[in-house]
């Protein structure tokens, strides 16, 4: 799916910029850029500075002197627009373009690009009426412009999301430890109360909801059956001291977190 | 909402990211900046011109020298942490962190900081130990590592997205306790390791990943002030029978032999 979205950067000004798009969509795993007609030398050091790694994709980039040109193949051609135009046209938010892109990029010949204008002025309103729809980076309205980079930078984040969540991506290992058990929780429970009374801080007698307290706390944390290990070998530990002439009392006196 | 999220960047090498994530930060809403160390001179001509207007941000900028000042106020530290580490740490999503926000944030005196490495080394183990949940910005994993101001950008907008589907005013919890601050939870842990040395049960000089156990469970957990008074005064009766020639340690307890 990534590989059939397009970064179009028209009349770039800034070398870094160019750079810094190339970097965000690398991160993200894009890699067709287009420069359509742009106000600097693409290359510079500062492109391979900003770049940092990722000065490959303006290597491969297709450089055109027009809009059409850039997007001629494409099925669906989205603007990055800052404002609302004098002609309102159908706007949409960064997640809605994400979502859309699945059933858009569905068609075997299916290709969207997403075109950026310039730092200074954005997309004229000619190329804005060549584009399908338009996109708004929500923004404070007090600063609302954003950098070339960074605006990429959102768009290609919220393609990478819907492709993740497509499909093609593989899924992410779930590292998680076991938790512990309803009744391993209830040896811990049992084993802290007897050892709060063995230091001396809590009283049955009185109890003041000082055990409630600690469950709710406690299970809160959903606890991995190991951490709940620590816990109780930390218990005997406490207890062996509190009562040094009985043997350890906990079911599991020897101490300590099996390492990893 | 938006102003009680504060970005925190740690070590930062490049001016120009300084500037890159003030203009990130105004463009979505953001204000509050917190440098920690950071290895270069933060107010430079790069800083001003990738800042394109958003110096006023750096110049209002906390600089401290330890993530622990930064973050002293806060209720929710979450780390952007591009690895996974040894010891895996809850994780969430850019998407999960902005849709928990104004939960978060309901509470009178929630805050939160959002916690960005250095630009070569992201954030020590230490310092990802020291926050409740990381955040992970899905990426390619062939070319993984975002422009530091373009990782502050993407989470910047989900923060901005939250905000704009939530309204302005978030409606207060009316059970909520306060929740434990960085720096009353910092002052635990460090209590918690005195006593478990005290009682035998740690050996600083083979932790195997015990503290770094600990902290993730009570983190987890999200301790309210009032609870964590309670493992407080439980650490304490601890400590009195572990090292009963010395008087009752309070909240400023003697020095353990190691230290803190």
């Given at each position: 799916?990534?590989e059939?979205?397009?970064i179009?950067?028209?009349?770039?000004?800034?070398?870094g910029?160019?750079?810094g798009?190339?970097?965000?969509m690398?991160?993200?795993?894009?890699?067709d850029?287009?420069l359509?007609a742009?106000r600097c030398?693409?290359l510079?050091?500062?492109?391979?500075?900003?770049a940092?790694g990722?000065d490959?994709?303006v290597?491969?980039a297709?450089?055109?002197?027009?809009?059409?040109e850039?997007?001629a193949?494409?099925t669906?051609?989205v603007?990055a627009?800052?404002r609302?135009r004098?002609?309102?046209?159908?706007m949409?938010?960064?997640?809605a373009?994400?979502?859309?892109?699945?059933?858009?990029?569905?068609?075997?010949d299916?290709r969207v690009a997403?075109?950026?204008?310039?730092e200074?002025s954005?997309?004229?309103?000619a190329?804005?009426q060549?584009?399908?729809?338009?996109?708004?980076?929500?923004t404070n309205?007090d600063?609302s412009?954003?950098?070339?980079a960074a605006?990429?930078q959102?768009l290609?984040y919220?393609?990478r999301?819907t492709w993740m969540?497509h499909?093609?991506a593989?899924a992410e290992?779930?590292d998680?430890?076991?938790?512990?058990?309803?009744?391993?929780?209830e040896?811990?429970f049992?084993?802290?109360e007897?050892?709060?009374i063995?230091?001396?801080?809590?009283?049955p007698?009185q109890p003041?909801?000082?055990?409630a307290r600690?469950?709710?706390?406690?299970?809160?944390?959903r606890?991995?059956?190991?951490?709940?290990n620590i816990l109780?070998?930390i218990?005997?530990?406490?207890?062996k001291l509190?009562?040094?002439?009985?043997?350890?009392?906990?079911?599991r006196a020897s101490?300590g977190?099996?390492?990893?």
């Amino acid at each position: 799916m990534l590989e059939r979205i397009r970064i179009v950067l028209i009349g770039t000004s800034h070398p870094g910029n160019i750079g810094g798009t190339a970097r965000a969509m690398h991160n993200m795993g894009l890699a067709d850029l287009a420069l359509v007609a742009p106000r600097c030398e693409p290359l510079t050091a500062d492109t391979v500075s900003r770049a940092s790694g990722a000065d490959a994709l303006v290597h491969a980039a297709r450089t055109v002197e027009t809009l059409e040109e850039a997007v001629a193949d494409c099925t669906l051609v989205v603007g990055a627009s800052a404002r609302s135009r004098t002609l309102p046209w159908p706007m949409i938010t960064p997640r809605a373009l994400g979502e859309r892109l699945p059933e858009e990029l569905a068609a075997a010949d299916g290709r969207v690009a997403l075109v950026f204008g310039r730092e200074d002025s954005g997309l004229t309103n000619a190329e804005l009426q060549r584009c399908h729809a338009h996109v708004h980076i929500p923004t404070n309205p007090d600063f609302s412009s954003l950098n070339l980079a960074a605006a990429v930078q959102v768009l290609a984040y919220e393609c990478r999301l819907t492709w993740m969540a497509h499909g093609e991506a593989p899924a992410e290992k779930d590292d998680a430890q076991p938790l512990a058990s309803h009744e391993e929780l209830e040896h811990y429970f049992t084993h802290l109360e007897r050892t709060l009374i063995a230091i001396g801080f809590h009283d049955p007698a009185q109890p003041r909801q000082l055990m409630a307290r600690l469950r709710r706390f406690t299970l809160r944390a959903r606890p991995e059956r190991m951490e709940l290990n620590i816990l109780r070998g930390i218990l005997s530990n406490t207890e062996k001291l509190a009562r040094p002439e009985q043997p350890a009392t906990g079911e599991r006196a020897s101490r300590g977190p099996e390492g990893d």
